[in-house]
Nanobody
Framework: QVQLVESGGGLVQAGGALRLSCVVS????????MAWFRQAPGQERTFVAV???????KVADSVKGRFTISRENGKNTVYLEMNSLKTEDTAVYYC???????????????????WGQGTQVTVSS
């Protein structure tokens, strides 16, 4: 079956950096967009960043200039490089992929079908 497995979460101090990884198995990787979402306690799951199959990226305004999404198709892996972390970045981070093969870079939760289990990122002050 399709599996997405995140790693790299943990405890970091404000101003620090962290790199998250998500490895996909059970389906082709290079033809699908890959995205990162996050969910803080008591909040909705919100869009963070997406990279399309063509390599084009979009990032949320809240992380623009601080977070970078990238992919290594040969490793079936998508990354989220997080810099200048703030306490408000504390959340469970999820990677996701849409259900169909199409040229797209969706930014809404409803447009994704496959999700990882999430990895906790906690930023302390």
């Amino acid at each position: 079956q399709v599996q997405l497995v995140e790693s790299g979460g943990g405890l970091v101090q404000a101003g620090g950096a962290l790199r998250l990884s998500c490895v996909v198995s059970g389906r082709a990787f290079d033809v699908y967009a890959m995205a990162w979402f996050r969910q803080a306690p008591g909040q909705e799951r919100t869009f963070v960043a997406v990279i399309g199959s063509d390599g084009r990226t979009k990032v949320a305004d809240s992380v623009k200039g601080r977070f970078t999404i990238s992919r290594e198709n040969g490793k079936n892996t998508v990354y989220l490089e997080m810099n200048s972390l703030k306490t408000e970045d504390t959340a469970v981070y999820y990677c996701a992929s849409p259900p169909n093969i199409a040229a797209s870079a969706p930014t809404t939760r409803a447009e994704y079908a496959y999700w990882g289990q999430g990895t906790q990122v906690t930023v302390s002050s």
